[in-house]
């Protein structure tokens, strides 16, 4: 129900490494789910509004008001690593 | 690749552009989170929880940007969406610490607008919607980025043309007009080099008379309109020459290396993201009332073009002159109190624009901080207009008004610049030059215009300047017939 | 053996009258956490920031101030930010964070003068019905330690079982309020979807997640809901309406209620015994003089693929921050894209990563419309059959779990197994419905004595109604005993 490199391709959407025999075992298990999940077909949902959220509310708003910020050194504190002021990270290969 | 230069002969391709502008919204807080908008401060001094992307926090739509959003929209005289909301769009950046940006998808804030150029031609506006700016990742050449976090989460409205754009040119013009706009509607201080305006160009080529586009190539990272021009003529021309020599173009992201004038891959098709998009379950959906519609809209000035043709009409303002004065906003309005004095228009617009200009370039200042108020430059533009001062000393005046709210009047007594204009009071002066300048008299009756020039000169030495020349010269041709 | 704790209430009179001190309150639950160490509870305890702020307690209760629940000892699941102390969700991407922020329902409480004496053990991101899923150890049930607390809020229950504490905040979003709350003999109230602020709960299924107590008393979740509930700026999908007094009137019993029992809820599969704790409870409400009749929810089945579809859809995009990259956990490697990938495989755990996988695939190309789309809409027709059950009757009462609390490793091999005993709790968190488990009796099953709890549920905002249904069974039931680990006397 859903192929082995299906599961590849979605793991690297997901930045997650899958060895050959994860991705099969996954592909295994992620199809009896999947297949299950397709009950959801046999209903009749045409006119069937989906829940866009959870309480029907609507219309939430912030005045633009400033407010407090991090010192420096609380927005660093959990960083793997910082440099400068910057989190610092593996070179970026691309300029976006 | 070198600028590739097409050869002479060939079909002839015409040039398809559509440009998407992403413009920073001048709120005082971050699109979904209290953090202040600000530029320009130490890296990741701007933070809060929800910024850094920390677990637990949650997005608060701003309130401000919907107005800004709606303001942009009723300026492109766009549709404004009556049900509008918010959707994830899923991706991974070291300056997109949610692993997601809020965007808006299928239903944005606005739709189906159109900008006008100068010779009529409407560009269509596809959408502007909303969303969060993202961090930066900067990159010293080592091995290592740097992320700043303090731009991440500020709001941004996106700007989609339909690719009606044919020549770069043209796109360039678009882009003129649409900051010209936004800075009218005073939604943004769109400054390309702070970063608060940026722009991707699409461009593809077409046989002409074809309906179906070619493949496009997408231009990003451009950080002046200038640059957008040559970076889009060189596209056009490598298009063309991808074409010709019967390749197929490549669907790819460049870059616009400003060095070496060319563009280079970035990353092609292949390496795309999926982005997943899916209605943000954080976010309610917004109604936007016909009432904050029209609430709005009262908040809208006269659009640029439409103040431009307006003063066109005034006597004397030439398109170019009009074109002056819109560029900013402030300008326009400071030009019309003062033009409410002094009755004269052109005038007006060269004191403006030939001589304040240039003393606030001097002192570094804008048209609001200049100091001197409208209608008291409008009265020195009318002191001038009748005689009452001459245009050199009117500069005097005019530099010892600046800074100040006085009186021009009575700068003119103060500085002794004021001017003689009365026939009487020069006729005995002006006949003394004439005796005084036999030989300039035979010319001037030989016909030789400039020499009543020397006279005039001879009677504003002897009343130190203080001389209408203007009433010099008629009093010069009643006397000498 | 440990003393019960008296009601909350009562508790925090007697700190703001100082009869006792906060100090001493706290420190009580503090040893009694050390003596069950053995449990797997707590991730986290800190004595000396718990201790200064019953300190702190103390000091406000003699200046006078209002601390509706001064001195009450609290744990709270480890997924809701405390500032300052350390928040892992079970995981061990976030084995070293620590939030600079509370969460509203806890700043609340701590406002209120209750005191967190430590951070409860869970499946890791709330994914998971029986707290195997941690990647710090599981919780061991008080009632038989070689039994599952149920998930994922199983410290949490264990701790209010165990009689650690008298208070727990766990998170519920498919029934991991009331599912370890049935497997322990404790109370657990799911709120309304927007009743209480999510700020500082990390999210899993965000249009499902709510915060909700696990107590020993239905009193004492009612004057939890109290404290905790209500709106929030930081939260745009908390309701901003006035949350009523829910203690007000809990003994206001249950004649004239009408009550539904849900068929599709006692179906094949329910243990017999489960079954028998429905039906007791039934009885002593119709003897309360409460209507009780059979009610259909006919979309019930469709509930667990519509549920895992969107819990997965939403959570691997919200699980999406964790990267290594700004906090948490980063793995060694030279170069960017590596390090995505290697501290995400290596930080997250196999049924997390499952998950991730799961709801990444449905929400890609192509896929959005069969699988997000269509479960949002199944959804509508989950609530329309919550909506027009409620036209006849006024709550809903039907087991928590198909059976009691299940051996340690029996549900760990078939992850669609696991999926499917949550039917009975999932279709709550898509409706937005209330949800209260409040224990029943002790059974006897698998040689072991185990509680069975009962579900009751009702229209949105119907707390009231709930807690007072829920506080009539508990007087009308009489005192159940202890657990033999610790517990109540």
Redesign the interface.
Known sequence: MIEPETVLKVARLARLELSEEESARLAVELGRILSHVDRLEELDVTDVPPVMHGTGGSDVYREDAAGPTLSVRDALANAPDAADGCFRVPKVIDDA | MTDPQPPASGIEYEPVIGIEVHVQLRTHSKMFTPAPNTYGEGPNTKTDPYTLGLPGTLPVANKEAFTLAIRVGLGLDAEIASYTKFDRKNYFYPDLPKGYQISQMDLPVTSNGKLPLANGKVIRINRAHLEEDAGKAMHTGGDASFVDLNRAGIPLLEIVSEADMRSAPEAVEYLERLKLLLRYLDVSDCDMEKGSLRCDVNVSIRPKGMEAFGTRTEIKNLNSFKAAEKAIGFEIRRHTSVLQAGDEVVQATMLWDEDKEQTRVMRTKEESADYRYFPDPDLPPHHISDSWVEEVRATIPELPWIRAARLRSLDGITEYDAGVLIQDRAVADFFEQALAVSGDAKATCNWITSELFGVMKERGHDITSCGIPPARLGELVRLVKDGIVGSGGGKKVLHAMYGTDKDPAALVDELGVGQISDEGALEAIVRQALEANPDTVSDIKAGKKKAAGAIVGWVMKETKGSANPGTVNKLIRQLLG | MTAPWPQIDALAASVRNRERSAEETVRTALERSSAHEDLGIFLHVDEARALDAARAVDRRALEGHDLPLAGVPIAVKDN??TREVP?T?GSRI?E??????D?TAIARLQDAGAVVVGKTNLDEFAMGSSNENSAFGSVKNPWDTTRAPGGSSGGSAAAVAAGIVPVALGSDTGGSIRQPAAFCGTVGLKP???RVS??????FG???DQIGPLTNRVGDAARVLTIIAGGD?????C?NDPVPDVTEALEGGVEGLRIGLPKEYLGEGIEPSVREAVSDAAERLAAGGAQVREVSLP?T??A???Y??VAT??A??N????????????AV????AT????S??EG?GAEV??R???G??????GH?D????????????I?RDFELAFESVDALISPAGPTPAFRLGEKTQD??EM?LADILTVAAN?A?VPGLVVPEKLVEFEGAALPVGVQLMGP?WSEATLLRIGHYLERTRGDLPAPPIGGRS
Not at chain 3, 198 to 203: E, F, H, S
Not at chain 3, 233 to 237: G, L, M, N, S, V
């Open positions: 809701l930010c928040t969700c976030l070293n964070f620590i939030p600079p922020y969460a309304t979807y927007g999510r700020y500082g709960l990390v999210a965000s249009s499902l700026p930081r939260d745009a999908t309701s979309h089945s469709y667990i693929p519509a895992y579809v859809c939403e691997s995009s699980l999406a921050r964790f990267d290594g990259i700004h906090y948490g956990r980063r490697a030279s170069d960017l390090t995505y990938e290697r995400r495989t997250l990563r499952r991730i996988l799961l990444t695939f449905a929400l890609s190309a959005y069969a699988y997000y789309d269509r479960a949002m809409r199944v959804r509508t027709l609530r992850p669609l999926y898509l937005g949105m």
